[in-house]
């Protein structure tokens, strides 16, 4: 009986040892599939950007945030970064931008100074696993390195792209 115990015992190790040595071969390949995906998503990203920021601003403008205040320009920024959610594990393309208003009449903001301000903030795109999409969601009076930062918790930085490096 000792000795069937014995042989279970070690026939459950030698499973374990053989099963975490396949993991871990199986890691290069499993980060070079990531990094495959990644690029593929870069690469439509860029694709897409045109449509994804006039989508962007259409919904960003309707959220009637800032209140009292009417979206009349949004200028983005060339550089990208890109973070993953940590929930869901979905990547996100975060853009820098500077965003003009106008004071809506009767909004209570005309006599507000400020106003004409140009506004920092960082644009959200999401990419589904499928394709880019926006919700318009804005981060306003942060860059998308500070809004990693600021969102630690639920946001981890993947890459860095510029402008520069991609010409």
């Known amino acids: 009986m000792d000795y069937m115990l014995v042989h279970v015992a070690i026939t459950a190790c030698i499973a374990a040892v053989a099963g975490a040595a396949a993991m871990i071969a199986m890691r290069p390949l499993r980060v070079a599939r990531q990094a495959d995906r990644l690029a593929r998503a870069q690469r439509d990203f860029h ?3 045109e449509p994804l920021e006039a989508k962007f601003i259409e919904l960003a403008a309707a959220t009637g945030k800032p209140r009292g205040l009417r979206w009349v320009d949004v200028q983005f ?5 890109y973070a993953r959610d940590r929930k869901s594990r979905l990547l996100k393309a975060l853009v820098a931008i500077e965003v003009s208003f106008e004071a809506v009449e009767g909004g209570g903001m005309e006599e507000v ?3 004409s301000r140009v506004r920092a903030a960082t644009a959200e795109f999401i990419h589904d696993g499928d394709r880019w999409a926006t919700k318009g969601r804005v981060y306003f009076n942060l860059a998308p390195s500070a809004a990693v930062k600021y969102l630690a918790s639920d946001l ?3 890459a860095e792209e510029h402008a520069a490096e991609r010409q």
């Open 47 to 49: 694709r897409q950007r």
């Open 156 to 158: 981890e930085l993947v």
């Open 113 to 115: 100074e400020a106003v």
């Open 77 to 81: 920024d060339d550089d990208v970064l």
